[in-house]
């Protein structure tokens, strides 16, 4: 990405298209080239890019084998963009790409050549949604699908295809995006493979339940007591259900993005601070730090099922990297019913000017949420925990 074209560009919330040509690595290295350049070609002709480009909204990230391509506007752009490059492919039978499309937060960054680049969530689940799919596929994360669907006409070409586990473990909601002509209609290999894995654990589970009918009395009691048992346990330990707070919140912990592992300390006295300063407005209720530590990595939840567990509708999730005497902090405010960004910012600091940013975030977190603060209550969430 040339340092031209991201002159003067701060994202916060990126729509973004990832585009990977299938089968690259297999080919010569004078393939490679041509497949590149054609495949190069095939996205700066679709009117998608061309308009995006001379408005300024648009970045260009390459990935060696393919690209990532980031729009500023709405999820609809990259969308209709992923359409007309399956559209010219069809022009070009020997190639090969499969797309996918997430909106999440990005924010700049200085690689290694120090030039300006871009990373961030929405960059890495794109790729993740992406590499869910095969040749010809579209596929779009539950984020990007349920903004589209607030349109009519992107109805009839969004398919569900449920959570699928991608890397770490994480799940993620995916949709097929495909047309009479357009996309690739067939369930990708991965997800089909992941749903006859669960077919065959649930038939073995049905073959186990009916083999357990068969043995005698004795057998049968001790399965029921068992069950009994096991279910009594679950019950102990499920949470009990509260009605939902809107003006409930919890801070959940902050991720290490710094290269030094040991600044997750770091991380978490930020956010033991920002709950410090939470704590002090009268109208918010706080959920406390033990009770959201169990969050952490929080992909492998729904914030959705966070919120109900907790009984809150709103959830605070960000990330901190630390440079040196420089600490980025990344936040993000969400509607945990809806998983829909309420606010988001990006703080730049000094370490000494980081030291009264927790004050700063709990304001604007309380102007995000209507929450009126008396001058007290503004007094008391303004003061720094320390000078030192």
Request: include cysteine.
């Given at each position: 990405?040339s340092?031209?074209?991201?002159?003067?560009l701060?994202l916060?919330?990126a729509?973004?298209?990832?585009?990977?040509?299938v089968?690259?690595?297999?080919?010569?290295?004078?393939?490679?080239s041509?497949v590149?350049?054609?495949?190069n070609?095939v996205v700066?002709g679709?009117?998608?890019?061309?308009l995006?480009?001379s408005?300024g909204?648009l970045?260009?990230?390459p990935?060696?084998?393919?690209?990532?391509l980031?729009?500023?506007?709405?999820?609809?752009?990259?969308?209709?963009?992923?359409?007309?490059?399956?559209?010219?492919?069809k022009?070009?039978?020997q190639?090969?790409?499969r797309?996918?499309i997430h909106?999440?937060p990005?924010?700049?960054?200085?690689d290694v050549?120090?030039?300006?680049?871009i990373a961030g969530a929405?960059?890495n689940i794109?790729?993740?949604?992406?590499d869910?799919?095969?040749?010809?596929?579209?596929?779009?994360s539950k984020?990007?699908?349920h903004d589209?669907?607030t349109?009519?006409?992107?109805?009839?070409y969004?398919?569900?295809?449920?959570?699928?586990?991608?890397?770490?473990?994480?799940?993620?909601?995916?949709?097929n995006?495909?047309t009479?002509?357009?996309?690739?209609?067939?369930v990708p290999?991965?997800?089909?493979?992941?749903?006859?894995?669960?077919?065959?654990?649930?038939?073995?589970?049905?073959?186990?339940?009916?083999?357990?009918?068969?043995f005698?009395s004795l057998?049968?009691?001790?399965?029921?007591?068992?069950?009994f048992?096991?279910?009594?346990?679950?019950?102990l330990?499920?949470?009990?259900?509260?009605?939902?707070?809107?003006?409930g919140?919890?801070v959940?912990?902050?991720?290490?993005?710094?290269d030094?592992?040991?600044?997750a300390?770091?991380?978490?006295?930020?956010?033991d601070d920002?709950?410090t300063?939470?704590?002090?407005?009268?109208?918010?209720?706080?959920?406390?730090r033990?009770s959201?530590m169990?969050?952490?990595?929080a992909?492998v939840?729904s914030?959705?099922?966070i919120?109900?567990?907790?009984?809150?509708?709103?959830?605070?999730?960000?990330?901190?990297?630390?440079?040196?005497?420089?600490?980025?902090?990344?936040?993000?405010?969400?509607?945990a019913?809806?998983d829909?960004?309420?606010?988001?910012?990006r703080?730049?600091?000094?370490?000494?000017?980081s030291?009264?940013l927790?004050?700063?975030?709990?304001?604007?977190i309380?102007?995000?949420?209507?929450?009126?603060?008396s001058?007290?209550?503004?007094?008391?969430?303004?003061?720094k925990?320390?000078e030192?």
């Amino acid at each position: 990405m040339s340092a031209e074209t991201s002159r003067d560009l701060r994202l916060e919330i990126a729509h973004v298209l990832f585009i990977d040509i299938v089968g690259y690595s297999k080919l010569l290295h004078n393939q490679q080239s041509e497949v590149l350049r054609e495949v190069n070609e095939v996205v700066r002709g679709t009117e998608q890019f061309r308009l995006a480009e001379s408005a300024g909204t648009l970045l260009r990230l390459p990935t060696g084998d393919g690209m990532a391509l980031i729009f500023r506007e709405s999820p609809e752009v990259p969308a209709q963009c992923a359409l007309e490059i399956a559209q010219a492919l069809k022009r070009h039978r020997q190639l090969q790409v499969r797309m996918g499309i997430h909106s999440g937060p990005v924010n700049e960054v200085t690689d290694v050549n120090e030039r300006a680049n871009i990373a961030g969530a929405g960059i890495n689940i794109a790729q993740r949604v992406m590499d869910c799919g095969d040749a010809g596929h579209i596929l779009l994360s539950k984020r990007v699908a349920h903004d589209l669907e607030t349109h009519e006409g992107w109805r009839p070409y969004l398919h569900d295809l449920g959570e699928v586990t991608v890397k770490h473990g994480a799940s993620i909601h995916i949709v097929n995006l495909y047309t009479d002509d357009l996309g690739e209609a067939q369930v990708p290999a991965r997800i089909q493979r992941e749903r006859d894995a669960e077919a065959i654990l649930a038939l073995r589970a049905r073959r186990k339940r009916w083999n357990a009918l068969i043995f005698g009395s004795l057998i049968a009691l001790v399965a029921i007591g068992l069950v009994f048992f096991l279910l009594r346990d679950r019950l102990l330990r499920r949470p009990i259900e509260t009605q939902i707070d809107t003006k409930g919140i919890a801070v959940l912990p902050f991720e290490n993005f710094s290269d030094d592992k040991e600044n997750a300390f770091f991380a978490d006295g930020i956010q033991d601070d920002i709950l410090t300063s939470l704590a002090k407005i009268k109208d918010l209720r706080v959920i406390s730090r033990t009770s959201v530590m169990g969050y952490r990595g929080a992909a492998v939840h729904s914030l959705r099922e966070i919120g109900q567990r907790l009984g809150i509708a709103n959830i605070l999730e960000g990330s901190v990297r630390r440079e040196g005497n420089r600490v980025v902090v990344t936040v993000q405010l969400i509607d945990a019913l809806t998983d829909r960004h309420l606010w988001a910012n990006r703080y730049d600091r000094t370490l000494a000017d980081s030291l009264g940013l927790q004050g700063e975030l709990a304001a604007e977190i309380a102007e995000a949420l209507r929450v009126t603060l008396s001058p007290d209550e503004k007094a008391r969430v303004e003061t720094k925990p320390t000078e030192d």
